[in-house]
């Protein structure tokens, strides 16, 4: 069974950063690209970023790009986003998924996230609340 667990999240302050890790048991981590997912309070699921199964390539949303960085240590099947510069507009619940491909380019960004298509397992989310 396919489990992701996302960890790191909590308040910061606007300008600060965090680091978010997730977990990723019960499938083969390094034959998978593997992405990052939010939503923020009343809004719906936004594409962040997605990095292929070496780790060699990455992918993100023009909006996030320079202040977000996504990672993997596939010997530790753990995958990371680095946010820095946050701003309020960032609080939302992250998400990390499973892509279906080894290669990062069919997310990027994914087809149809409400409906699971080319992201198919996801974590539980965890929250972060950018405020002063």
């Known amino acids: 069974e396919v489990q992701l667990v996302e960890l790191g999240g909590g308040l910061v302050q606007p300008g600060g950063s965090l680091r978010l890790s997730c977990a990723a048991s019960g499938f083969t981590f390094d034959s998978y690209a593997m992405s990052w997912v939010r939503q923020a309070p009343g809004k719906g699921l936004e594409w962040l970023s997605t990095?292929?199964?070496?780790?060699?390539?990455?992918y993100y949303a023009s909006f996030v790009k320079g202040r977000f960085t996504i990672s993997r240590d596939n010997a530790k099947n753990t995958l990371y986003l680095q946010l820095d510069s946050l701003k309020t507009e960032d609080t939302a619940v992250y998400f990390c998924?499973?892509?279906?491909?080894?290669?990062?380019?069919?997310?990027?960004?994914?087809?149809?996230?409400?409906?699971?298509?080319?992201?198919?397992?996801w974590g539980q989310g965890t929250q972060v609340t950018v405020s002063s």
């Open positions: 990095i292929d199964s070496s780790g060699l390539s990455t």
């Open positions: 998924a499973k892509c279906t491909s080894r290669s990062g380019r069919i997310c990027s960004p994914p087809r149809s996230l409400n409906d699971r298509v080319d992201l198919t397992d």
